[in-house]
């Protein structure tokens, strides 16, 4: 299909206003936004074919998590998805269902509402950018299914018994200075997604690398004992 790349450059351009917007004119930004998305072809079929079979209402409460007090919100991994969610988010933002600074402040918490919706437009908005543009540049798939691999679940009583220690990690990772913490926030949300989604595998890939991350630092020396034999004790670790 022969593409001039205008709507792109519409998109990445309507992406911008909002990221710089003022708070006062979020709305007509996003507006401005979907406007672009509903307008162009391109998008309007990658969007078709990324929400074939797509549960709104499933994957939203996937990507909700919370540990603790704090609200934590995870992209999807899959392309497909992370694009359909983000776009069906936008709308809901746009309807009035949900109020998009509120979601910012809740997920994204910052000094300020312009702080927590900037660190918002650059966690959400711009990887759903990126995402829809490969797919028009680079093509998308037609929602072909394919079969993977079977995940074992672990047991239901394994994510009630890490609460507890999950917040400790957290706790103590907010304690370091913010450039000196690298990854070490973003693996604990992701051992807490892996126990929220009970995939065995995962759980033994994160852990393994959260506990020699921590080792290293000297950090949290007792959650990591409890966390390996709460692990044995669930038959995920050996």
């Not at 710089?20 to 672009?36: G, H, M, P």
């Not at 540990?67 to 069906?88: M, N, Y």
């Not at 993977?148 to 394994?158: F, T, W, Y």
């Not at 995962?202 to 950090?219: E, F, N, P, T």
Request: aromatic content about 8%; proline content about 3%; charged content about 30%.
């Amino acid at each position: 299909m022969a593409y001039s790349g205008e709507g792109v450059n519409a998109l990445v351009c309507a992406v911008d206003d909002l990221e710089k917007s003022t708070l006062i004119y979020v709305d007509l930004r996003l507006r401005a936004l979907l406007k672009c998305l509903a307008y162009y072809e391109e998008f309007k079929n990658v969007l078709a074919i990324c929400y074939r079979g797509f549960d709104y209402e499933a994957e939203k409460a996937r990507a909700l998590g919370k540990i603790g007090d704090s609200f934590v919100f995870r992209l999807p991994k899959e392309q497909k998805t992370l694009v359909a969610l983000v776009s069906r988010m936008l709308v809901e933002f746009d309807s009035g269902d949900s109020d998009i600074l509120s979601f910012a402040v809740a997920y994204f918490p910052g000094e300020s509402k312009q702080e927590s919706f900037s660190a918002f437009c650059d966690k959400v908005v711009e990887p759903f950018k990126r995402a829809l543009v490969d797919f028009v540049w680079e093509g998308i798939d037609d929602g072909t299914q394919h079969i993977g691999r079977v995940a074992e679940l672990a047991p239901n009583g394994l994510r009630p018994q890490t609460e507890h220690l999950l917040i400790s990690m957290m706790n103590a990772v907010k304690d370091i200075a913010p450039d000196n913490r690298g990854d070490l926030p973003m693996m604990i949300e992701g051992l807490a997604a892996a126990l929220d989604a009970r995939d065995t595998l995962m759980i033994k890939c994160v852990w393994q690398g959260l506990r020699l991350m921590l080792s290293d630092r000297k950090l949290c020396e007792k959650d990591v004992r409890e966390m390996d034999e709460v692990m044995r004790l669930y038959l995920i670790a050996k």
